[in-house]
């Protein structure tokens, strides 16, 4: 099938390397399976080999045609596994990035502290006084930074405030904090542009927050909205004592029955994780989410080829779009990784991020009217 083979060439370069990257541990924690041999990399499975693997299994497969949530089984699929770490800090330990809570001096939260009724009372001037007096006796607490840019940037000063945020971002480039407000700051400079890239670097490092998109939803006049998600799964498998059981809504796209069969034969099948990740070990991995949403594109490019489609999925086609742009690994990431691990995105490598950095500014935050 040609249009598979297009697909599947881009999604195979990619699996060697993105195992370990893509697989829930390796962020906070040494990898717990091997990843695949970069000399050795096994291809991903068409629609018809998937279907014809799940017929020779031994393993009692069943099809139950259901109705899908409004957003699909994105929260099904990817739960949340660890939780966010509230003022994050990436060290390295046993050759690993991992996270920790950002040391705090007790001195300096007790005028964090004092200053913060003034801050809620818009006694902006009296609360600068004592962010200014907590960096003067620490001038490494990135928090106290962060705090007195808010107490300018609210008392009607962003020049001054953005100096303190990229102070604060300097010191701890992993708050997302630090970069939203530095947007905040530029925005009221007028210069939309790097208002923009910095709104886009907190949504690297805090893809899923909903506080984030909230802002977006609520500031039009800004002129960018964040897209929908691309990934709205209409297709899933879930594990029973008899076998594995695959819903499908069928008042969706097709394309979504391959992505579950996929899903079911990743669930049922130790053998082909075995295969694919040199472990037979089930949880979050790319090679899973790459191989099946594969599955899912090429059914769909190949129905458009074909004349089958009366109407073109708009969702499918924006994933086509993405496989396309060379951009899967950032959409895997932005949209099933950050949900399972919601600061997965802080201990990647800076060419990682950069990446996905570019893929926020291309697919996600848009200037309005943008798709």
């Known amino acids: 099938m040609k249009g598979w083979n297009l697909v599947s060439r881009y999604w195979f370069g990619l699996l060697g390397s993105l195992v370990c990257v893509l697989a829930l541990g390796c962020a906070s924690s040494p990898p717990a399976s091997p990843a695949v041999p970069t000399t050795k990399r096994p291809s991903f499975l068409s629609p018809p080999e998937i279907l014809e693997r799940m017929e020779k299994s031994p393993v009692s497969y069943k099809v139950e ?12 699929l990817w739960p949340r596994q660890l939780e966010p770490v509230t003022w994050p800090q990436v060290v390295e330990e046993g050759g690993s990035r991992v996270l920790r809570e950002w040391p705090q001096k007790p001195e300096v939260q007790q005028l964090l502290a004092e200053a913060e009724p003034h801050y809620q009372a818009q ?4 609360a600068a006084r004592l962010y200014a007096q907590a960096t003067e006796r620490c001038p490494g607490c990135y928090l106290a930074w962060l705090f007195r840019g808010d107490a300018a940037l609210f ?15 300097e010191l701890n480039p992993y708050d997302y904090r630090a970069h939203f407000y530095r947007g905040s700051a530029l925005i009221r400079l007028e210069r939309s542009q790097e208002a923009r890239e910095a ?5 690297v490092l805090n893809p899923r927050n909903p506080i984030i998109r909230q802002f977006f939803q609520n500031n039009r006049s800004v002129g960018l909205a964040i897209t929908d998600d691309v990934i709205v799964p209409r297709g899933r498998a879930l594990a029973q004592d008899d076998g594995v059981v695959i819903h499908f809504d069928p008042d969706h796209h097709p394309a979504w029955f391959a992505y579950a069969n996929c899903k079911a034969l990743w669930l049922g099948e130790p053998s082909h994780r075995q295969e694919m990740t040199g472990s037979t070990e089930h949880r979050f991995t790319s090679a899973e989410e790459l191989e099946c949403l594969a599955s899912a594109v090429s059914l769909y490019e190949s129905g458009l080829r074909k004349g089958e489609e009366e109407h073109e999925d708009r969702a499918l086609s924006r994933l086509s779009a993405i496989v396309q742009g060379k951009m899967a690994t950032e959409l895997i990431l932005f949209e099933m990784a950050a949900r399972v691990h919601p600061q997965i995105t802080l201990t990647l490598d800076d060419e990682a991020r950069k ?6 500014l291309r697919y996600v935050l848009v200037p309005t009217g943008g798709t």
């Not at 709104?199 to 949504?203: D, E, I």
């Not at 990446?355 to 926020?360: E, I, K, M, T």
């Open 155 to 169: 008392g009607g000063d962003p020049t001054t405030a953005l100096a303190h945020y990229d102070k604060a971002a």
């Open 123 to 126: 006694r902006f001037e009296e």
């Open 355 to 360: 990446r996905l950095h570019a893929y926020v």
């Open 65 to 76: 045609p259901q109705d899908s949530p409004p957003g699909g089984w994105a929260e099904q």
């Open 199 to 203: 709104w886009a670097w907190s949504l």
